[in-house]
């Protein structure tokens, strides 16, 4: 059973950067495609981002293109969020998640397509 535990989450004014890290346990880290959701206050959950197993290959929401950006280290078992010019709109749960699929076109972007998700870790942007 694959476990992933989310952290990194805070309160932050409007226009900084966060980091948030997702550490895998109980599974072949590097099977797995990652991605990262996102639960506003009063909102469905939304898809930010994902990233193949070797970290070739990635796809962002519109509205986070450009200033998020995923990475993972494989050695580490670790995927992160790198977030830079936070708004309010950001302003949500964030979500890790794990995906036993093989990377197609840009990836799985919908909550079904994860087998594994993390508690989720609270980010808040503060203007």
């Known amino acids: 059973q694959v476990q992933l535990v989310e952290s990194g989450g805070g309160l932050v004014q409007t226009g900084r950067s966060l980091r948030l890290s997702c550490a895998a346990s109980g599974g072949t880290f590097s099977s797995y495609v990652m991605g990262w959701f996102r639960q506003g206050p009063g909102k469905e959950r939304e898809f930010v981002t994902a990233i193949s197993w070797g970290g070739s290959a990635t796809n962002y929401a519109a509205s986070v293109k450009g200033r998020f950006t995923i990475s993972r280290d494989n050695a580490k078992n670790t995927v992160y969020l790198q977030m830079t010019g936070l708004n309010a709109d950001d302003t949500a749960v964030y979500y890790c998640?794990?995906?036993?699929?093989?990377?197609?076109?840009?990836?799985?972007?919908?909550?079904?397509?994860?087998?594994?998700w993390g508690q989720g870790t609270q980010v808040t942007v503060s203007s």
């Open positions: 998640a794990g995906a036993n699929v093989l990377w197609r076109g840009y990836g799985p972007s919908r909550a079904y397509e994860y087998d594994y």
